[in-house]
T-cell receptor
Framework: DAGVIQSPRHEVTEMGQEVTLRCKPI?????LFWYRQTMMRGLELLIY????????DSGMPEDRFSAKMPNASFSTLKIQPSEPRDSAVYFC??????????????????FGEGSWLTVV | GIQVEQSPPDLILQEGANSTLRCNFS?????LQWFHQNPWGQLINLFY???GTKQNGRLSATTVATERYSLLYISSSQTTDSGVYFC?????????????FGGGTRVLVKP
């Protein structure tokens, strides 16, 4: 499998612009997660989906952030309008659910390579 | 929510040395994972280990669930082991897949 695929890998944008980050999870995984990593706050869970349905978005910082998962193989994280404090690495990750977990790997979470966002 | 703490925060090793990283958590968990973030930022899953012991090459991990800690052992360290090691546990007891990450242990292996 190709693993979790994210795009773009790097984005530099001006304050106020819309940013869309994309993710393709590992085929067959039914959980998808969006994390954000900063020096100050470490790795934070923003939102996660189960079978394309958002389960918990309590980590989304504010209304400027939104996430969708229109089908099992695609998700987006959108920031509109972007601000300099949104600069961070955004990771998408996927896993099997507890019910579908594989015996040896359990609920192992696999991360994409991240989208490095800089808002100037 | 469940709290997770890692120690030490930083570790400098000479190539070939062994080391132990620790992860303490505040409540019983059904899911614990160790990750390595390499200097290029990639997060690689090392172990899914809610209990017991596993080994993968020079790395091994042990989780003592009843005492709420996990250990990651690095033997015969190599420069490629440099990076940050994270452990992750569920944020709350019933949410097995909703993980929170510790602050990490930054490891530098010198040649």
């Amino acid at each position: 499998d190709a693993g979790v695929i994210q795009s773009p890998r790097h984005e530099v944008t001006e304050m106020g612009q819309e940013v869309t980050l994309r993710c393709k999870p590992i085929s067959g995984h039914d959980y998808l997660f969006w994390y954000r990593q900063t020096m100050m706050r470490g790795l934070e869970l923003l939102i996660y989906f189960n079978n394309n349905v958002p389960i918990d978005d309590s980590g989304m910082p504010e209304d400027r952030f939104s996430a969708k998962m229109p089908n099992a193989s695609f998700s987006t994280l959108k920031i509109q309008p972007s601000e300099p404090r949104d600069s961070a690495v955004y990771f998408c990750a996927s896993s099997f659910s507890w019910i579908k977990r594989q015996k040896s790997s359990g609920n192992t979470i696999y991360f994409g390579e991240g989208s490095w966002l800089t808002v100037v | 929510g469940i709290q997770v703490e890692q120690s030490p925060p930083d570790l400098i090793l000479q190539e070939g040395a062994n080391s132990t990283l620790r992860c303490n958590f505040s409540d019983s968990v059904n899911n614990l994972q160790w990750f390595h973030q390499n200097p290029w930022g990639q997060l690689i899953n090392l172990f899914y280990i809610p209990s017991g012991t596993k080994q993968n090459g020079r790395l091994s991990a042990t989780t003592v669930a009843t005492e709420r800690y996990s250990l990651l052992y690095i033997s015969s360290s190599q420069t490629t082991d440099s990076g940050v090691y994270f452990c992750a546990v569920p944020m709350i007891k019933a949410a097995g897949n909703k993980l929170t990450f510790g602050g990490g242990t930054r490891v530098l292996v010198k040649p």
